[in-house]
């Protein structure tokens, strides 16, 4: 089973409505920002990309949002359902070749 | 392609024992990342290795942690001897290098309780 994550932040949605996960990231010179989906007992599952010279990006259900003058970072899911339940995690990066710093992640629980 | 490979799934072991984690990484990826997860800390960066070759390991907390990659196949991750506060979920993750290497692909981790 899971065995991290107890004291994220937790975001509750109602199944069908939208959801929004927010991410504050700290270094100004990181091009580069990926969300991450992390379901229970499992490893992070890549979702959604988006680089530095846009400021948003749509997949199929998510948008990513990025404000670079206030280094934040957000990811929309439509129309949540009962699979979205997980663990959200932001991560960064610059100059393309650099490890990914992860945020601390957010659990999202979707209510039925 | 099965995706990251990890093994064992869970380890239970004692203080003072040798642990080995096993990775075996997505075939023609060139970049391979080992990373730790806790409550308190998330997921960390230990080490990682491009072409086997360690790049930046000044993720490793302690020289009771090693890690190798003999060949473009397999690494391990090495704890000898093992604490309790080593106890955490390891995955392994690996990429293509070029200006895709940030999308990682992860295992299935191992879960680690060192009693």
């Known amino acids: ?112 | 392609d099965a995706g990251v490979i990890q093994s064992p799934r869970h380890e239970v072991t004692e203080m003072g024992q040798e642990v080995t984690l096993r990775c075996k990484p997505i075939s023609g990826h060139d970049y391979l990342f080992w990373y730790r997860q806790t409550m308190m800390r998330g997921l960390e960066l230990l080490i990682y290795f491009n072409n086997n070759v360690p790049i930046d390991d000044s993720g490793m907390p302690e020289d009771r942690f090693s890690a190798k990659m003999p060949n473009a196949s397999f690494s391990t991750l090495k704890i000898q001897p093992s604490e309790p506060r080593d106890s955490a979920v390891y995955f392994c993750a690996s990429s293509l290098g070029g200006a895709t290497n940030e999308k990682l692909f992860f295992g299935s981790g191992t879960q680690l309780s060192v009693l």
């Open chain 1, 1 to 112: 089973g899971e065995s991290v994550g107890l004291h994220l932040p937790t975001l509750s949605v109602q199944e069908g409505d939208n959801s929004i996960i927010n991410c504050a990231y700290s270094n100004s010179a990181s091009d580069y920002f990926i969300w991450y989906k992390q379901e229970s007992g499992k490893g992070p599952q890549f979702i959604i990309d988006i680089r530095s010279n846009m400021d948003k990006r749509q997949g199929q259900r998510v948008t990513v949002l990025l404000n670079k003058t206030v280094k934040h970072l957000s990811l929309q899911i439509a129309a949540t359902q009962p699979g979205d339940s997980a663990v959200y995690f932001c991560a960064e990066t610059y100059s393309g070749n650099t490890p990914l710093v992860f945020g601390k992640g957010t659990r999202l629980s979707v209510i039925a």
